[in-house]
């Protein structure tokens, strides 16, 4: 593995696992729900960079692609979590 | 990737760790701040790999769900334990339905826009973000994807509606 994609690949592994601390770490439902947009965005980088420093180049947007898809859903993923806490909350 | 770009992209990737640990440790006021800054980093680490495009949408999806996650120092609860005679919920509803009136405008604007505008028609790389090859990608390609992700979307939305307006 080249250097590059190592290091592409340590820090998105590093935002996610930020994002399973914080996950694990508070007892607040919305501090749970925020590591939704951490776990996305830590997956996103890792996405983009075996995307540029992928040994095929056949398709060298697929990665961004990816990446773009995955903090719209992480994205989409709070907002029902948030409503689902807050029909809760309600009931 | 020369050093500059790898100690950019540590940087910013350090920067989205600070915010997603900031906003475990740190007091729930904060955790909007938190949040802005673990969108800021991860922008800043998909744009030194080369996708702009994706840093853009990290910045604003991220960065939405910041107001999303903050802390509001009244809850809804308290709203309504009010006394009867403080109109709390009134200016809300203003705002709601300038909202509504705004939205019917804009839809208006944009539905005369493609049917009587007149577009240039010429040549389009796409610039530097690499637009039109993400738009190959995902409105061609890939439409079933950005489907589902939009679906998802709408589903979140509609949910948020759902209980946030309709117990109000």
Redesign the interface.
Known sequence: MNQ?LA??LV??A??V???V??AC??D?P??R???L??L???A??AF??V???AASRQDP?????M???L??????????G???N??EQ?A | ?DTSL?LI??TC?GL??A???A???AP?TW?AG??LL??A??AG??AS???G??AL??LI??G??AP??A?SPVSSRGLTARSAGVPAVRPRRLAAQLGAVGAGLILVLFGFAALRGDFLRTGYSGGWL?TA??GR??FGQ?AL??DA?AG??F???L??T???WG?R
């Open positions: 590059p290091v592409a820090a998105g590093a935002v696992a930020a994002g601390f914080l770490w508070s607040a919305r501090a729900l925020a590591s947009p951490a996305g965005a830590g996103a980088i983009a960079g995307s540029r420093f947007s697929s990665g961004q692609e990446a773009a898809l903090v719209v859903a992480s994205l989409a993923a709070l907002l029902l948030l409503a689902f807050r029909g309600q | 990737m790898t992209l540590a990737s989205a760790v915010g997603a640990l906003a475990a440790l729930a955790r938190a949040m673990l969108a980093g991860t680490a998909l790999l080369g996708a495009f994706a949408v990290a999806a991220l939405a769900a999303l996650l802390e690499g090859a993400m990608l995902l890939d994807a950005a992700v998802l979307l589903v979140g939305l949910a948020q759902w209980t946030g117990r």
